[in-house]
């Protein structure tokens, strides 16, 4: 059997090529901090391809599901520092499918703006005294 064939079956080409790609992309993430994005959807993989893909990198600690602008998965592979991304469309097909490279998803880090509202509303509810243990709460009837 060839490293090429699984049990299964053969192992698409491409999946192994997309593996090594990735594989040296973490390697340059350990070495020298240096990120990568593989944009899935811009490289003519098929089922197969994804399955394997898929199969291989597995399932990490972290997963993720985000409604920003639309539905959004980050989860991490078994791999640390390899994420798969995709973001959905409205009719909730993948529109965006992506490995990334890093130590943390750029979707995931939050915006300076909202940090600063966060602080700001946050200070705001802080200020305000809490009612005293001991006080009847009307909402008790």
Known sequence: MSH???VCG???RLADAVLAEIATAL???AEADEETTID???LPLGPGDLAHLAETLGEGEVRCDLDVAGRSEVRE???AGVWWIRHFGLDDTV???EIAVTRLPEILMSH???VARAAKALAEVAARPAPLADEEDPSRG
């Open 77 to 79: 592979t078994r791999f």
């Open 95 to 97: 529109a965006v499918e």
């Open 40 to 42: 899935l959807k811009s």
């Open 27 to 29: 390697a340059r993430l």
């Open 4 to 6: 090429h064939e699984t």
């Open 10 to 12: 053969p192992t698409p």
């Open 112 to 114: 300076p703006d909202d």
